[in-house]
């Protein structure tokens, strides 16, 4: 007979090479090797060929300095939802993109250039393209190191020549359709990069201007009661822009209002009635008595006296007035605001605005000619003052228009821009411009659903779109002027040529050529003339980006169905700016070319603040940058921290959190470090049973693996990511670790290597592991590529999870009723409340462990029947020796109010240790070949011994 075995050696411990700590800094780097080694994006589009197309566009980002935090969770986010898209079954290509054109670049590139000052445009121009190159190629880098899949070694480029081509070609298609006109109106205007500036460019921060209260004296006219207020009254007139008082050419009353004329200790002034107590406020006046009520609408035609120009300027009427602010009649200058310029159309004033690129005056008194805008507002409170017409003058901190890119405040200017008509209709078509892409935004899904309301609102309210740019960087607006007779080249199958050039040369061609190269030859004005001159400025870089649906929704880019020349995206996912931005300029354009949005969803995300809620930036010190994550964290805690936010609004990054983060990822490792070591001799193919052979427990926590899945996949189709990581984190730490794992342990170390009850649990935990490692791949890209190394895989499943598919339902689906899965929630009520005796027998000394420990229960009804049902898996779902149902009870006897008639008691259990198992029992000492093992253990030995005999 052969020696007995040694017990420690007969169980069967968890072994795996599968590392406890990640170190994820050091090896994220390595496997990001290998994958481009094997090239992972292209073999992943190679698996899902033929699948339902699903593309996500990427909103291109500047090419301009370190990606930041936000610009991280941007991409991360897209990644997340390519990835789970093509794990869902889908072919999924991304296709990265870069806005390369625009002042963003230009500015950079003119630091550059230092003291070396200014050069030709075509010279600039390879300057910006060689600036955004550099750029492109370092932010591919920070991207990929992400984790990030895509096609990197082919990216869309605004300033690649054929996407040139393409916004050139979207202009001209805007033109012939009768959209597109030149004309004088004012724009916002910055002075510091002398150019016009789309409302999308300009933002609103906080500015500290004068305001001023000023008087114009009556000259005469008006209507009714009003056309005899006599010319010692002055009208009263409030503003914020005492720069803009030289242009001044009208003053707007309401027609609905109540105006009056007050008599006070700085004259006879008139003003809406509504407004005396601002005034007196504003202006120290004490006393003010109405000498008179009159109408808005009885100031029409009235004439005033310009405090300081040499002109009188008639009273208008608006609707636009308001009695919330100011005086209640407005100071009305047509060339420096939007109302204005419209009541300046309607009552034909002078459109004035004599002011060059930088803001300074080219016209006026000697006092403030040749100064710029801003640095003549005190000149201008000066003149006011002397001339005794100044009532009132504060600061007054406002929020005001900036320039996006050099952040110093802007000035509406009236310039001769190019600009699209909102209110057009194309040439052939009902609907205006307007009216078809508000229809459209009815027809795509936005998320968060507010995002519909906040656009629809946009479109509704803009004004004619300003596309014109006076930069050198960009686009050139394809118009030829004739030499002769001045008027622009109407010949589009002509001004098509100049695309043709585009596709070859880049719009480089247009500064390398004279026209008569660029346009076909003998290309003739009908006035006889053909000599032609080039249009200097450059299209809007919200026109390029907002074209990209146009050039990168192509066959050529495989991002259409077969026999589709184009097609509009699945989803737009960007930060909330982009409302007015990208998915603003995107929509214009497709509705414009294509007819239709080029989005069916749209997603926005919120703004990443510090733990304090303020923005993240280099001059507060509070920023956190993706690299500087990536090297003391790991690119996977990054995209954990993505995957648990609620990204619809803004978000806190810190350091705290971070560490938080990685107490959760731990937890998350160590569960699947658990399965691995047990699966470590777990051959699928030998050793894995159908779910209908497997325990009833094992069947439930397959059945509750089926309904994760079902979960986490409808999560992942909304893109509701937070949900995914939280429902995988507790599946992890609560389903898994403090429960299933824990009660599986006796089982997968004492019982026989092949015996079925092992069996049984290696298989549930191998259907489980491989549906959480699926699940989770999208979000911990690299540690699920680690794990699946480990993981025992069938014949069937790929060498990389990330071309594997995510789990089906039906693969853990095991017929359980719906009694058999309220049966064994009653059983887990009644394990929590027998646990909470147990940690109070622990505390009281009675026991030091759960193996010393025998727990009685009483029950009454139905409840008695169900622990009878499954009497024999207690001990093991308790982690103790001995479950007794019935008989004397020891004190304290715990009767939880959750389970009435339940009663739990505990006592210690009864018989010797185990050697083996460590349970005990009464048992112990009965086998005589093995006499210090219990009865279970026997069996266990006994099968391990025939097992090596029938090997042998």
């Known amino acids: 007979m052969t020696e007995p075995l040694e017990l420690k050696k007969t169980l069967n411990l968890p072994k795996t090479d599968f590392p406890m700590k990640a170190n994820l800094p050091q090896n994220e780097p390595k496997q990001l090797e290998a994958w481009y080694a094997r090239k992972i994006y292209e073999r992943i589009l190679e698996a899902r060929k033929g ?111 054929g996407y040139e081509a393409t916004i050139a070609g979207a202009f001209l298609d805007f033109m012939e359709k009768g959209y597109v006109y030149r004309g004088r109106k004012p724009v916002y205007w910055c002075i510091y990069d002398c150019t016009a500036l789309a409302e999308a460019e300009v933002e609103y921060e906080d500015h500290s201007s004068p305001s001023i ?44 209002s109540e105006y009056v004329v007050v008599e ?57 007035v308001t009695l919330d602010q100011g005086s209640g009649i407005v100071h009305t200058a047509p060339g420096h605001g939007a109302d204005d310029f419209y009541s300046g159309q309607k009552y034909g004033l002078e459109i004035y605005a004599p002011l060059d690129d930088k803001g300074v005056y080219l016209e006026g ?3 403030y000619k040749g100064k710029d805008v801003f640095s003549a507002n005190p000149i201008v409170v000066k003149l006011l003052e002397d001339r005794g017409a100044l009532l009132g003058n504060h600061d007054y901190k406002h929020s005001y228009p900036h320039c996006w890119r050099c952040h110093n405040p802007v000035i509406f200017r009236a310039t001769e821009q190019w600009f699209i008509k909102m209110d057009q209709a194309a040439q052939g078509r009902q609907k205006t411009l307007r009216q078809e892409a508000l229809e459209e935004i009815h027809q795509v899904k936005w998320i968060p659903a507010w995002g519909e309301d906040r656009m629809y609102e946009m479109i ?156 993240m930036s280099k001059s507060l010190g509070n920023a956190l940058y993706p690299i500087e994550i990536c090297e003391r964290w790991g690119a996977d805690l990054l ?161 990389s999870i990330h071309i594997a598919l995510f789990p089906e339902v039906s693969e853990f689906q095991t017929n359980m009723t719906a009694a058999q899965r309220e049966e064994w929630q009653r059983i887990l009520l009644v394990r929590d409340e027998a646990l909470k005796a147990l940690e109070g027998a622990r505390n009281a000394k009675k026991i030091s462990s759960g193996l ?27 982690i103790v020796s001995q479950v007794q149902l019935g008989g004397a009870m020891e004190p304290p006897i715990l009767r939880p109010i959750t389970l009435p008639g339940l009663e739990i008691s505990v006592a210690r259990a009864s018989g010797k240790k185990c050697e083996r198992c460590w349970n005990y029992s009464t048992h112990v000492g009965e086998n005589k070949r093995y006499p210090t093992v219990c009865e279970r253990c026997s069996e266990a030995l006994a099968e391990i011994e025939n097992a090596l005999a029938a090997h042998n």
């Open 852 to 878: 010393e420990a025998k727990v009685i229960l009483h029950a009454s009804h139905s409840l008695a029947d169900l622990l009878e049902k499954h009497a024999g898996i207690l001990p093991a779902l308790l």
């Open 213 to 256: 209260w000023v008087k114009f004296g009556v000259v005469g006219g008006g209507k009714g009661d009003a056309a005899k207020i006599g010319k010692d009254v002055s009208a009263v007139i409030w503003t914020t822009t005492p720069w803009t008082l030289p242009h001044n050419r009208a003053l707007a009353f309401h027609p609905g």
């Open 460 to 615: 509704e309210k803009r004004p004619d779109w300003t596309v014109s740019r006076q930069r050198f960087w960009g686009v050139p607006i394809i118009v030829f002027y004739c030499d002769g007779c001045g008027k622009r080249l109407e010949d589009y199958k002509a001004l098509r040529n100049v695309v043709k050039w585009f596709e070859k040369e880049g719009a480089d061609a247009w500064y390398q050529h004279s026209p008569e190269e660029l346009l076909p030859p003998g290309t003739k004005c009908p006035c006889g003339a053909s000599k032609w001159r080039k249009e200097n400025d450059i299209l809007d870089v919200w026109f390029d980006s907002g074209s990209s649906n146009l050039a990168v929704l192509t066959p050529e880019n495989g991002l259409v169905e077969r026999g589709q020349d184009w097609r509009p995206a699945d989803v737009y996912l960007e930060g909330p700016d982009q409302y007015r931005g990208w998915f603003h300029s995107s929509l214009l354009v497709a509705t414009g070319v294509r007819d239709a949005a080029p989005y069916r969803g749209v997603v926005s995300h919120g703004w990443t603040l510090d733990e304090h809620g303020r923005p």
């Open 639 to 799: 995209r954990l921290w993505v995957a648990s936010v609620e990204y619809q609004a803004d978000m806190k990054m810190s350091e705290r959190v971070m560490t938080q983060l990685s107490e959760a990822y731990r937890k998350i490792r160590n569960t699947f470090r658990f399965a691995l070591g047990n699966l470590s001799d777990f051959a699928p193919s030998r050793d894995a049973l159908t779910n209908d052979q497997l325990e009833e427990i094992d069947r439930w926590m397959l059945d509750r693996t089926a309904e994760l899945v079902k979960k986490c996949r409808e999560w992942y189709a909304n893109y509701e990511f937070h949900r995914v990581y939280h429902a995988i984190h507790d599946y992890c730490v609560v389903d898994l670790s403090a429960f299933y794992f824990d009660v599986l342990k006796d089982r997968l170390y004492t019982k026989a290597a092949k015996s079925k009850a092992r069996r049984s649990a290696l298989t549930a935990i191998w259907k489980i592991t491989s549906a959480l490692v699926r699940l989770a791949a999208p979000v911990l890209v690299f540690t699920a590529e680690e794990i699946w190394k480990f993981f025992p895989k069938t014949s069937v499943d790929p060498e």
């Open 51 to 161: 699948k339902p197309l699903f593309v996500l566009h990427d909103g291109p980002p500047y090419p301009t300095g370190e990606i930041h935090l936000g610009t991280g969770l941007n991409k991360i986010l897209k990644d997340l939802i390519v990835k789970t898209k093509s794990m869902a079954g889908h072919y999924a290509p991304y296709v990265p993109g870069w806005d390369c054109h625009g002042l963003p670049i230009e500015t950079q590139v003119e630091k550059e250039l230092g003291e070396k000052g200014k050069v030709p445009p075509a010279e600039f121009r390879k300057l910006c393209r060689k600036f955004a190159t550099r750029y492109v190629e370092q932010h591919k880098r920070d991207f990929k190191r992400l984790g990030i899949f895509g096609r990197w070694n082919d990216p869309y480029l605004t300033m690649s020549f």
């Open 365 to 367: 008194l000697p006092e």
């Open 264 to 320: 006070t200790e700085k004259g006879a002034l008139l003003l809406a009635a509504d407004r005396v107590t601002a005034l007196q406020a504003e202006s120290g006046i004490k006393e003010a008595k109405v000498r008179g009520t009159f109408k808005g609408s009885d100031f029409e035609g009235m004439k005033f006296q310009h405090p300081f120009v040499p002109i009188e300027v008639p009273g208008i009427l608006a609707d636009y």
